[in-house]
């Protein structure tokens, strides 16, 4: 991951901003106190939390692994009127 000293980083802010955003590689800034921080796209952090918000219901990452497996011919087909 690359580093840059919070000092460098408002120089650069607009051109760190969108290299962010265009490679998806989070950025650390780093500061003289030891209290770093990260900078990641909005893209990337919305993935983050749907990612954690799914792991955090139960059975789910183990029915996403299990279909992943199912061969693509065996699922059922989506009809936009049915009910769950």
């Given at each position: 991951m690359?580093?840059?000293?919070?000092?460098?980083?408002?120089?650069?802010?607009y051109?760190?901003?969108?290299?962010?955003?265009?490679?998806?590689?989070p950025?650390?800034?780093t500061?003289?106190?030891?209290?770093?921080?990260?900078?990641?796209?909005?893209?990337?952090?919305?993935a983050?939390?749907?990612?954690l918000?799914?792991?955090?219901?139960?059975?789910m990452?183990?029915?996403?692994?299990?279909?992943?497996?199912?061969?693509?011919?065996?699922?059922p087909?989506?009809?936009?009127?049915?009910?769950w």
């Amino acid at each position: 991951m690359i580093a840059i000293s919070v000092t460098k980083a408002r120089e650069k802010i607009y051109q760190i901003l969108a290299d962010v955003n265009n490679t998806s590689q989070p950025i650390t800034i780093t500061n003289n106190r030891g209290k770093n921080g990260v900078l990641i796209s909005e893209e990337d952090w919305n993935a983050i939390q749907e990612t954690l918000y799914l792991n955090s219901i139960q059975g789910m990452t183990e029915s996403i692994i299990e279909a992943g497996r199912e061969p693509l011919e065996e699922c059922p087909v989506y009809v936009q009127d049915e009910e769950w």
